[in-house]
């Protein structure tokens, strides 16, 4: 076993690839070749990805993919997408044109406040505590108005701070329960300052700071999109079944967990692509979407669906805290181009979008599964990304294609068909 390492950070980049070259990819000798042939040539760019995080060794690259067709509130967009499933951007630009002549999808925002709390102990009267808070509430705006001069500028800030009792859940805890209006930007660092600053002002002999921090749990930041159209514009052959078949799948995810983690995956597929794509924080999202699921006591689908009076209506309402200024969004090539590509979308605008993402897959995921099942438009995608790694040539391809055509695809039987023909 290698010795631990101290001063790592400090290597610089060869020094940390030959450590790890030497000893935990000894047996790879083409390991560094590997970790550089993923460096950008660009050194400008390189410089800032190495800079976005600690120890970079190389760059993980994911295929960015762009779905057109999306007609959301009657305005026209191509959504980028960064994900390697291979199914999700073909299945969200099918949805889109879909869903394009049936007047598109309706999105709106609800609510866009943000929470942080500052979590302290303190074992005295609850009468004093609460005598003491609202004294000191204006100082606990006060103190933070440095941070919050610009966000105030810009029509946020501070909303509100309230005194929680939770001593029933765990004795002597209260909290300082603060919420935030933070526009364009996801609001992280700001939030977590405005916090830090209130906890040492509110800090005494008695009241005992824990910590203080953002709650990536935001349902009040909230967004629904919707589909509708009349039942027999569903389907050419059936559309009452069709619409029948779905709110079925919607309804079995409500009512079992099992299946509402996959049914909610597959709206992540969607929701996460665009949020990796725009350089927002995909964990705190896919935690807060996960916890609003959960909302009732019981895990459930994120997405709704009913029939009346003949019109098929599809819909999501998911918390979604974005951000289109500030962090990765603006540092991020890649990231800055996507905003660009939704023509600089504020952050509402950005919520309205990724909602409909997550719709979309969903409708697609249920679709395939209540018709012709998943792995048809899954077949087709697995079977190309197994004849890449054999690297089959455009001929062999569509012959292969052709012999496989409606069975199942493996690796070894795509192998064996790729060996009868090159024989
Ligand atoms: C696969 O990534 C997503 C699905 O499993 C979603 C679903 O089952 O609804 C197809």
């Given at each position: 076993m290698p010795k631990l390492v101290s001063g790592f950070s400090k290597l610089n980049k060869e020094q940390k690839i030959e450590w790890l070259s030497n000893y935990?990819?000894?047996?790879?000798?083409?390991a560094s070749d590997i970790l550089r042939l993923y460096w950008n040539s660009d050194k400008k760019l390189q410089q800032l990805h190495d800079d976005f995080?600690?120890?970079?060794v190389s760059n993980y690259y994911m295929p960015f993919g762009i779905a057109p067709n999306f007609i959301i509130n009657n305005k026209h967009y191509t959504i980028p997408m960064a994900i390697e499933e291979s199914s999700v951007v073909a299945a969200a630009s099918l949805v889109a044109k879909f869903w394009s002549d049936k007047g598109g999808f309706k999105a709106e925002v609800i609510n866009t406040v943000k929470v942080g709390q500052v979590h302290f102990m303190y074992e005295g009267d609850k009468a004093v505590i609460e005598k003491y808070f609202s004294e000191k509430k204006s100082d606990l705006i006060s103190i933070t108005d440095k941070i919050t001069e610009n966000m105030r500028k810009r029509g946020g800030g501070i909303l509100d701070i309230e005194l929680r009792d939770k001593t029933k859940d765990l004795e002597h805890y209260y909290q300082l329960h603060v919420t935030f209006e933070t526009k364009d930007s996801m609001g992280a660092n700001f939030i977590n300052s405005c916090l830090e600053a209130m906890a040492q002002e509110f800090k005494n002999d008695d009241v005992k700071i824990v910590m203080s921090i953002l709650s990536n749990?935001?349902?009040?930041c909230l967004v629904r999109a919707e589909v509708s159209c009349k039942v027999d514009q569903l389907h050419p052959i059936d559309g009452a079944l069709f619409a029948k078949k779905m709110k079925q799948a919607v309804d079995i995810a409500n009512v079992d967990p099992h299946r509402a983690v996959t049914h909610n995956k597959g709206v992540m597929n969607g929701i996460d692509a665009v949020v990796i794509a725009t350089g927002n924080d995909f964990r705190a999202v896919e935690a807060g979407v996960h916890a609003y699921a959960a909302k009732s006591g019981k895990y459930k689908s994120l997405t709704s669906c009913k029939v009346e009076n003949d019109v098929f209506t599809f819909s999501i309402e998911i918390p979604l805290a974005l951000g289109t200024v500030g962090g990765l969004t603006s540092t991020h090539p890649l990231s800055k181009l996507s905003l660009e590509m939704l023509s600089n979308p504020s952050a509402k605008e950005l919520m309205q979008i990724i909602a409909v993402a997550g719709l979309a897959q969903n409708f697609a995921a249920l679709r395939a599964l209540t018709t012709t099942g998943i792995q048809e438009g899954h077949m087709k995608m697995h079977l190309g990304n197994i004849l890449n790694q054999l690297e089959a040539t455009p001929d062999e391809k569509e012959k292969v294609t052709k012999e496989l055509s409606g069975q199942t695809v493996s690796y070894s039987g795509v192998a064996d068909v790729l060996k009868k023909i090159r024989a």
């Open positions: 935990f990819l000894k047996d790879n000798v083409n995080i600690e120890n970079t749990y935001v349902p009040e």
